[in-house]
């Protein structure tokens, strides 16, 4: 309907004749797509960002928010490059990150995701009755990880250990030197904190230490999700930033839990001491989570 009122609108103005039919899609979809160099880009829309490398083996994925955007990234990428998909990879197993695999039934050659994820994509597709509805990744890894050369580019994928899920993964474009986290940083926002899926906050401390040790200093990260006015770019004093919030949600409760105080006492709180930058909605998240991980419940 959308579409079929936006032409006629655009005829009836006369728009139509200075909007070639890429523009129109462009102007359909509302999503952006942003090129970060002649062959890296991302997509943001919906959900957690995606990133894309264009090779001489074809477009590389990274995540694939929904089935209702997913297609928009496709519509827009195709403009940029007429190559096939070859690798969908999966950074981790949550909905707004794998649910629009399904859009590239058909389009890609593999599917790329941590053991982890898969079994979770899995198991949450069972709960909600809906494994014919999805795409699972048909390639795994474990704690090595996994890479290829794909024509004068090598795409490696990291495992780090339990953070956010039990299944996070980070995708490299080496010579790109552009790296795809997923949720492992929350960019000046208040993070989910998956603990039914195997997060660990003292994990994913180790884990983006780990981040900071593998990745040179100058590589620039893609994240799933930012706070207001800020990005889902990120360099590496971004990571630590994130990395001594989560040790500041981690003391706040600590010292809570040994002065006597409750859970609903240390949700009371309008902002995580020691990082100021964290603000918005979901501050419950990961008090709630840290006062789990702590009283071991
Ligand atoms: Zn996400
Ligand atoms: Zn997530």
Redo the contacts with the bound molecule.
């Keep these: 309907m959308y579409r079929r009122a936006f032409l006629k609108s655009a005829a009836l103005l006369g728009a139509s004749v200075f909007l070639s039919n890429e523009n129109i899609a462009g102007l359909l979809a509302s999503g952006k797509l942003r090129m970060l160099s002649q062959h890296t880009g991302i997509y943001t829309e919906k959900g957690g960002t995606m990133a894309f490398l264009i090779t001489d083996e074809g477009i590389m994925v990274v995540d694939a928010q929904f089935p209702d955007t997913a297609p928009h990234f496709i519509e827009q990428v195709k403009e940029k490059s007429s190559l096939p998909f070859r690798y969908l990879f999966n950074t981790?197993h949550?909905f707004d990150?794998t649910s629009g695999n399904i859009a590239f039934k058909g389009l890609i050659k593999d599917g790329v995701a941590h053991k982890n994820s898969i079994a979770n994509q899995l198991a949450v597709a069972e709960k909600q009755g809906n494994v014919d509805g999805i795409l699972l990744p048909n390639m795994s890894f474990d704690k090595e990880g996994w890479s290829t050369q794909a024509g004068n580019s090598r795409i490696q994928a990291f495992y780090f250990g339990p953070a956010?899920t039990n299944g996070d993964s980070v995708i490299y474009f080496e010579k790109e030197n552009l790296a795809h986290v997923g949720?492992l940083c929350f960019n000046r926002k208040h993070p989910?904190i998956d603990r039914s899926a195997g997060a660990s906050i003292k994990g994913w401390i180790t884990v983006i230490d780990k981040i900071k040790t593998a990745f040179p200093k100058n590589t620039q990260f893609v994240c799933?999700h930012c706070g207001e006015g800020s990005d889902v770019l990120i360099f590496h004093p971004d990571l630590t930033l994130f990395e001594d919030y989560l040790g500041n949600v981690l003391h706040y409760v600590s010292q809570g839990i040994q002065a006597g105080k409750s859970k609903e006492e240390l949700l009371h709180c309008t902002q995580i001491p020691g990082s100021p930058l964290w603000q918005g909605e979901g501050i419950e998240r990961p008090i709630t989570a840290a006062f789990e991980e702590l009283s071991g419940a």
């Design positions: 981790h949550h990150h956010h949720d989910y799933g």
